[in-house]
């Protein structure tokens, strides 16, 4: 049963974080007036290499198949969200392999709630390295959110290891979530994509080799392709771009974003290859709680 302290703790950082939220909110609407433009034009190097290093280990031929692209994407701003209902359903498929640490899929799939009071979920992630707070937007990727809180509601995340972290010009991220610490592990249950992938139109092609802007501070969840999303995320401690494969559920806390710097600047072993490997200082999650 956590103490007084903590309890006033984690009233202090709850109420942080909505203050922080709706100073986001704030800065976002007055982005959206010049969200249609584009942002410029990059090299295909950097969408094909975010491919590659989110799906290496988890499903090399679908990495194969990314890196023959020969299409120049844009890069573009997350575009806006769709309105949801206010309450959705979700699927949680069984997935070919078992979980790899006792847990079992969402009992709640239905009825999930996108609007009001819980729109927005705080939690705080205790890592070796420091404290994590992080703000899941239910709004925009409610499925993605359910399943998050459930694993770590049965402690899934506990004792896991941050198994990647890349460094190239167009990727910066921290990838967690893997019980093994391969990139090969997950909860034996898989679902599908949502925000920003739900907002492309499926008849466009262009629209869906168009990178993406994945924000510092962003938390994505990885995947090896479509519907195969399961407990490993990434955390953009760097601005990167990617196509929109990757769902986007939340952010990390404004004043969290120093754990993630030390982190960085600790580098990689470079065991995947220049600028990607495991951190040089190992990253533990001890613990995920839901504030």
Do not use: W
């Not at 959705?88 to 009992?107: L, R």
Request: hydrophobic residues 30%; charged residues 20%; glycine residues 10%.
């Amino acid at each position: 049963m956590p103490s007084n302290e903590q309890r006033r703790a984690a009233a202090k950082r709850k109420l942080e974080r909505q203050l922080a939220n709706r100073a986001e909110r704030a800065r976002r609407r007055k982005q959206l007036t010049i969200a249609g433009s584009v942002l410029g034009v990059i090299v295909v190097v950097a969408a094909v290499t975010g491919v590659y290093f989110l799906t290496r280990g988890d499903d090399k031929a679908e990495a194969k198949d990314a890196t023959q692209s020969s299409s120049t994407p844009s890069v573009a701003a997350a575009p806006a969200a769709k309105a949801k209902p206010a309450q959705v359903n979700c699927v949680y498929k069984d997935s070919e392999k078992p979980a790899d640490k006792p847990v079992t899929k969402p009992t709640k799939a239905e009825g999930i709630p996108t609007t009001g009071a819980d729109a927005k979920v705080s939690v705080s992630m205790e890592t070796s390295q420091g404290p994590i707070g992080l703000t899941l937007n239910n709004a925009e990727s409610p499925c993605t959110v359910n399943s998050f809180v459930s694993l770590a509601a049965q402690k899934f995340f506990d004792g896991t290891s941050c198994h990647r972290m890349t460094a190239s010009e167009g990727l910066k991220v921290l990838q967690c979530g893997d019980p093994t610490g391969t990139g090969m592990g997950g909860p034996g249950y898989a679902f599908d994509n949502e925000y920003p992938t739900d907002q492309i139109d499926p008849n466009d092609p262009k629209s869906a080799q168009t990178a993406i802007a994945y924000k510092r501070g962003v938390l994505a969840m990885a995947n090896a392709g479509p519907g195969t999303n399961g407990s490993q995320f990434f955390i953009v401690y760097g601005d990167s771009q990617l196509p929109p494969n990757y769902t986007i559920f939340g952010n990390v806390d404004e004043n969290s974003l120093g754990t993630l710097d030390k982190i960085a600047k600790g580098g990689q072993d470079d065991s995947n290859g220049p600028g990607d490997g495991k951190p040089k200082e190992p990253v533990t999650i001890q613990s995920v709680r839901i504030d």
